[in-house]
C-alpha cells in the first residue's frame, strides 16, 4: 500500500460505512428480534448480510486503524442506543482489537486474514448475548421491563451452555459464509484493491 495513513476521506467512508452496517443491524434486530428463538442468532444471520460491506469496506478503504475505528464507533453508538452494559464494552472493543490485529497482520491484502478478522468482527456486538449468562438477573429485569414477561420467559428457556455453544458456532459460520459471499459479489473490487 502506497499511503496506509487515514485521509478525511477515509475518515467520511469509515462514517458511511458504519451507518450502513448500523442500520441494517438494528433493522434485522426490529424485525427478527420480536421471534424469541431467531433472536439468538441475529449475529450469524447479519454477518452472512455484513460480510459483503465489511469486505467492500476494506477494499475501499483499507488502512491501518479502519477497522478499528470503525467497530470502535459501531460498539459505542449501539452500546449508549440500548443501554450500556460493561459486557457489551468489553466483548465488543475485544473482538475490534482482534479484527484490527488480524487484517492488518495481512496489510489489508490476504483474503483468509481478512476473513479471520470478520470473524473476529462478528462478534463484536457478543456482550448482548454474553449478559444473557454473565448478567442473568440484571438482564431478564430489564427484557421484562422492555419486553414484557412472556417474551423474557421464552428467551429464559434458551439460556443454557448448549445454547451459549450453538451461538458462538453459528455465528462463526455466518462470518465465514459471509466472508465468501463478500468476496464473490465483490470480485472486481478485490482484483483492483490487490486482495488474494
Known sequence: MNNNKLEVKDFISIGLFSAIYLVLYLALIITLGMVPVIYFFIAAISNLIMGTIYTLF??????????????????????????????????????????????????????????????????????????????????????????????ADIIATFINPTMLIVIIVVTIIGAIAGSFIGKGLLKKHFERAGIV
Do not use: P
Open 58 to 151: 476494506i477494499s475501499k478503504v483499507g488502512k491501518k486503524y479502519s477497522v478499528a475505528i470503525m467497530g470502535s464507533l459501531i460498539v459505542l453508538i449501539v452500546s449508549f442506543m440500548t443501554g450500556v452494559v460493561w459486557t457489551k464494552l468489553v466483548f465488543g472493543l475485544g473482538a475490534v482489537a482482534l479484527a484490527e490485529f488480524f487484517v492488518s497482520r495481512g496489510e489489508y491484502k490476504s483474503f483468509k486474514l481478512n476473513t479471520i478478522s470478520f470473524v473476529c468482527f462478528g462478534f463484536l456486538l457478543f456482550g448482548t448475548y454474553a449478559s444473557f449468562w454473565i448478567l442473568k438477573d440484571e438482564f431478564m429485569q430489564m427484557l421484562i421491563e422492555h419486553s414484557g414477561t412472556e417474551y
